[in-house]
């Protein structure tokens, strides 16, 4: 049974790209949830999806930030017109309910030139 | 204030020795997580817990709800535990809150 992948590892864009980081939960789990690592800081929750759905984007961006959790296929992070501020990492988990122990995947690391 | 403190912030230690890490929460809880991680490294998930004590190999994790207190303990530190480790809780809502970390480092 295969961890949560994300993919890419790294991403490069340079300011005013997209960026698209893509999450695949562990198998059985349906709940997914993405946290952003800024340089030196700690963890900070971004959104909470189920399947088609968004439960909680508390911690979102109003602008230019997006996540999907379509019925088939990975959740997206997607972030529009980068800017050197969202250079981080970012982290997907998965479980298998909301009240459930989150597993976290390797992240993927966004630089904006 | 953050609503969940970690202390200390930095830790050395030699091999071998007795390792505690501690986090301390404001809000209300349904559960603790403790996790791993590794410079430039994902994060492991290495206790959820909201009661007692779990162990698992040489980590041991206790909770007091009513403290709002938890502890990591290591026994026998080893080198390969250097990592930051981290709390967090989870409370009403779903989304973790996380300290701000411990980066642990041991010596042989």
């Known amino acids: 049974n295969a961890g949560v992948m994300q993919n890419p590892r790294h991403l490069v864009r340079r300011r005013g790209q997209e960026a698209r980081l893509r999450c695949s939960p562990m198998?059985?789990?349906?709940?997914v949830y993405w946290y952003r690592q800024l340089p030196e800081e700690g963890l900070k929750f971004m959104v909470y999806?189920?399947?088609?759905?968004?439960?909680?984007e508390s911690g979102m961006p109003k602008e230019r930030f997006s996540a999907e959790f379509p019925k088939e296929g990975p959740s997206i992070l997607r972030i529009q017109q980068v800017v050197r501020g969202d250079s981080a990492a970012y982290f997907c988990?998965?479980?298998?309910?909301?009240?459930?122990?989150?597993?976290f995947g390797p992240g993927t690391r966004l630089t904006v030139l | 204030k953050n609503e969940v403190e970690q202390s200390p912030q930095n830790l050395t230690a030699q091999e071998g020795e007795f390792i505690t890490i501690n986090c301390s929460y404001s809000?209300?809880?349904?559960?603790l997580h403790w996790l791993q991680q590794h410079p430039g490294g994902g994060i492991v998930s290495l206790f959820m817990?909201?009661?007692g004590k779990k162990k698992h190999g040489r980590l041991i994790a206790t909770i007091n709800i009513q403290e709002k207190h938890s502890s990591l303990h290591i026994t026998a530190s080893h080198p390969r535990d250097s990592a930051v480790y981290i709390c967090?809780?989870?409370?009403?809502?779903?989304?973790?809150?996380f300290g701000t970390g411990t980066r642990l480092q041991v010596f042989p």
């Open positions: 988990a998965s479980s298998v309910g909301g009240y459930n122990e989150q597993f």
């Open positions: 198998k059985g789990h349906s709940h």
């Open positions: 999806l189920q399947k088609e759905n968004i439960i909680d």
């Open positions: 809000v209300g809880i349904s559960a």
């Open positions: 817990l909201s009661s």
């Open positions: 967090a809780v989870k409370g009403n809502t779903d989304k973790l809150i």
